[in-house]
């Protein structure tokens, strides 16, 4: 049986999916929480949000994600970054995915990626689990309902958990797989049930198709002020370094906290929803993240919660460092309804650094900007990505490798003709350790962070006094109203200068040696940026 709307010309076995049980298609919010209810997925929770946990993986497994590796695409990827399968071991698995979905209920979504029009692209998500199209729906973009009779997907996404790959037989590494095929314009996940996979695979998708299109695809979080989209600021950031937080800020328009692009029209979301992190979330620091926690139909992935009260335990990381919560974009008070903004102004670089080493905020020229892109350097926070324990400084190049098809360069020189042509202004904030590295100093209080970002989106940060960095050559600035003084230079937060000394010292190494592999894709002005 079949239910719900759909374009009759287009249902499942249009597509060649045959043989299933009962088939949901385009289910709203109440329904898609009685189907997971029904099925005992997970539990509802205070205010109707809906609680569930993902067993074995509870962050993505990036180990297991490939590229289908067909003519078509061969020249583009960036192979030493992404795994290929074969056209053969795809097929082979596509073939059986079809075969272990057989008899069994799926809920398929027909969602958007892309708020703007002219750039979006239509998206079928398949899911075994109701509670993953829950998600998706929450965190794509959807059409208005009548468009769903005639919508015609570009590319389709299957997420079966309870599929198990064969490496041997799929030319995949384990029994999880996330396999991306752009000739097929499909997207086979099997074997996990983090949630996450999900939008990433999307966000990889509009990361391989925009570049072609001159339209710079980014891992970032977007806002504007108040009433006016042509001050609009990006984030870019791995995970855990402060998009989704620092996005939210009651006195800006939230457009998006994860994934945009950058047209000749301005910025726009790729999604319509947000997935923050809840560990820790403290109502005070983060009010308006706080209260989407027990609004109706929130997703809650692996949080510890009272058995008879339903109350959440923020603290309680047991399952995962990497709880999380799912929402859609409108539960965030000041969020934007277009979810479109103008080109940025102001382009922030958000770095989490373990070390210590790196000021609260500092100022980049367009090429150390560019230097400090390509180069990526933060931290992996724990459990976003498998095996991750406590924060793992890295160099994830573009400030999101893992999603990256194409080379660096490629999205590198598609943002710098963008900063360029439309002056934004650049910064580099540090929302990692300060007063010693991971293990001696502590995080850098949130409020330290907003206050420097409100000051450099305001304007009033350029009119302070400047000193250049002598190991990042970068301006950072003497004092700023509003935030002490004593943050301002890592050095003077350290008990021991000398070891911060030789800390930065050694971090000024790790930055030359990652970025040799860049050398010869850059141009002169760049190489004059680079560190060390
Ligand atoms: N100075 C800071 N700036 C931003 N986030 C901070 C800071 N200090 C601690 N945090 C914590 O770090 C985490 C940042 O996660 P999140 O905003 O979800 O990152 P992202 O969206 O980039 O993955 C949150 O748990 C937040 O409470
Ligand atoms: C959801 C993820 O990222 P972010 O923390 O950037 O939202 C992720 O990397 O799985
Ligand atoms: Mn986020």
Known sequence: ?????????????????????????????????????????????????????????????PKDKHVVKTADVADKIWWENNKAMSPEGFDALHADMLEHMKGKDYYVQDLVGGADPEHSINVRMVTELAWHNLFIRHLLRRPEREALDSFVSDFTVINCPSFSANPERHNCRSETVIAMNFEKKLILIGGTQYAGENKKSVFTLLNYLLPEKGIMPMHCSANHAIGNPVDTAIFFGLSGTGKTTLSADPSRTLIGDDEHGWSDRG?????????????????????????????????????????????????DSSLTQNMRCAYPLEYISNSSESALGGHPKNVILLTCDAYGVLPPIARLTPAQAMYHFLSGFTSKTPGTE?????????????????????????????????????????????????????????????????????????????????????????????????????????RQTWADQAAYDAQAAKLVGMFADNFEQYLPHIDDDVKAAAIG
Request: charged content about 20%; some cysteine; proline content about 6%.
């Open 1 to 61: 049986m079949t239910f719900g709307r759909v374009n009759p010309q287009f249902q499942l076995e249009d597509q060649g999916i045959t043989g299933l049980g009962d088939v949901y298609y385009n289910l709203m919010e109440p329904a898609l929480i009685e189907a997971a209810l029904k099925n005992g997925e997970g539990k509802l929770g205070q205010g109707g949000a809906f609680l569930v946990t993902t067993g074995k993986f509870t962050g993505r497994s």
């Open 267 to 315: 910025t726009f979301n790729f999604e319509g929803g947000c997935y923050a992190k809840t560990i820790g979330l403290n109502p005070e620091a983060e009010p308006e993240i706080y209260a989407t926690t027990s609004k109706f139909g929130t997703v809650i992935e692996n949080m510890v919660y009272d058995e008879e009260t339903f109350e959440l335990d923020f603290e």
């Open 386 to 490: 498998r095996g991750v324990v406590e924060p793992e400084p890295t160099f994830s190049t573009c400030f999101g490798a893992p999603f990256m098809p194409r080379r660096p360069e490629e999205y590198g020189n598609l943002l710098r003709e963008k900063i360029a042509k439309h002056g934004a202004t650049c910064w580099l904030v540090n929302t990692g350790w300060t007063g010693g590295a991971f293990g001696t100093g502590s995080r850098m209080p949130i409020k330290a962070t907003r206050g420097l970002l409100t000051a450099a989106l305001e304007g009033t940060l350029n009119e302070v006094e400047f000193r250049k960095d002598e190991n990042f050559g970068f301006d950072v600035p003497v004092s700023v109203p509003g935030v002490e003084t004593a943050l301002l230079d890592p």
